[in-house]
């Protein structure tokens, strides 16, 4: 089945700096890509998505990147503010016969520091 | 639209019990799927339903099951409880059954056995 890398598992930034989150998918049948993000005791909450016939998309200051040959995408915030700190998910989901089902990747505990 | 909403928020078994969860998903959402959430195995898909049909199941032992009703909420159970069923459980929600659709998470409902 599908398996989800996700990198790193901590990151710890200054205000105002970017932060980068990575993830790696192995099937290459995989055509949509969420991010998550899920502040401590609360829900996760769609961020951004991407799909696979699209190599970047961009909301303020957040942007998905899309390598599907390299079966890689990433998560780049820039400008980062105390409130952006929260753990991240990325995840994968494929389309014919997959449904909804979304495999995640581990999660990245990211820190945004004054 | 009133947001995904989860029944109980919390509860506490002892192993050997069953229990039963229920899922409200937003007015019109068609698909329901279950999420384990613990801190050592991150996010793992269960099921998903659409339609009162199971489309698709992850790796959980039969003890985990759930349903659909015509009115899209939906339950899930897991018998015998074992200590290792402590978890958060996390439904969500989306309005077609096809991949590349957003889903919208509940606040989940917190399960400690005990």
Request: glycine fraction near 10%.
């Given at each position: 089945?599908e398996n989800?890398?996700?990198?790193p598992?901590t990151?710890?930034?200054?205000?105002?700096?970017?932060?980068v989150?990575?993830?790696?998918?192995?099937?290459?049948?995989?055509n949509?890509?969420?991010?998550?993000k899920q502040?401590?005791g609360?829900r996760?909450?769609l961020?951004?998505?991407?799909r696979?016939?699209?190599?970047?998309?961009?909301?303020?200051?957040i942007?998905v990147t899309?390598?599907?040959?390299?079966?890689?995408?990433?998560?780049?915030?820039?400008?980062?503010?105390?409130?952006?700190?929260?753990v991240?998910f990325?995840?994968?989901s494929k389309g014919?016969g997959?449904?909804?089902k979304?495999?995640?990747?581990?999660?990245?505990q990211l820190?945004?520091e004054l | 639209?009133?947001g995904?909403?989860?029944t109980?928020r919390?509860?506490?078994?002892t192993?050997?019990?069953?229990v039963t969860?229920s899922?409200?998903p937003i007015?019109?959402?068609?698909?329901?799927?279950?999420?384990?959430?613990?801190?050592?195995?991150?996010?793992?898909f269960?099921?998903e339903?659409?339609?009162?049909t199971?489309?698709?199941k992850?790796?959980?032992?039969?003890?985990f099951?759930g349903?659909?009703?015509s009115?899209?909420r939906?339950?899930m159970?897991?018998?015998?409880?074992?200590l290792g069923?402590?978890?958060l459980y996390?439904?969500a929600?989306s309005p077609?059954?096809?991949?590349?659709n957003?889903?919208?998470?509940?606040?989940?409902?917190?399960?400690t056995v005990?």
């Amino acid at each position: 089945g599908e398996n989800v890398e996700q990198h790193p598992s901590t990151l710890s930034v200054q205000e105002g700096d970017s932060a980068v989150i990575k993830c790696t998918y192995s099937d290459s049948a995989s055509n949509y890509f969420p991010w998550y993000k899920q502040e401590l005791g609360k829900r996760p909450q769609l961020i951004i998505d991407i799909r696979s016939n699209v190599g970047e998309k961009k909301d303020q200051r957040i942007a998905v990147t899309l390598n599907k040959t390299a079966k890689h995408f990433s998560l780049h915030i820039t400008e980062t503010q105390p409130e952006d700190s929260a753990v991240y998910f990325c995840a994968a989901s494929k389309g014919t016969g997959g449904g909804n089902k979304l495999t995640f990747g581990t999660g990245t505990q990211l820190k945004v520091e004054l | 639209k009133a947001g995904v909403t989860q029944t109980p928020r919390y509860l506490i078994k002892t192993r050997g019990q069953q229990v039963t969860l229920s899922c409200s998903p937003i007015s019109g959402h068609r698909s329901v799927s279950w999420y384990q959430q613990t801190p050592g195995q991150g996010l793992q898909f269960l099921f998903e339903y659409f339609s009162e049909t199971q489309r698709n199941k992850g790796n959980f032992p039969g003890r985990f099951s759930g349903r659909q009703f015509s009115n899209s909420r939906s339950e899930m159970n897991v018998s015998t409880l074992e200590l290792g069923d402590s978890a958060l459980y996390l439904c969500a929600s989306s309005p077609r059954g096809e991949s590349g659709n957003e889903q919208f998470f509940g606040p989940g409902t917190r399960l400690t056995v005990l």
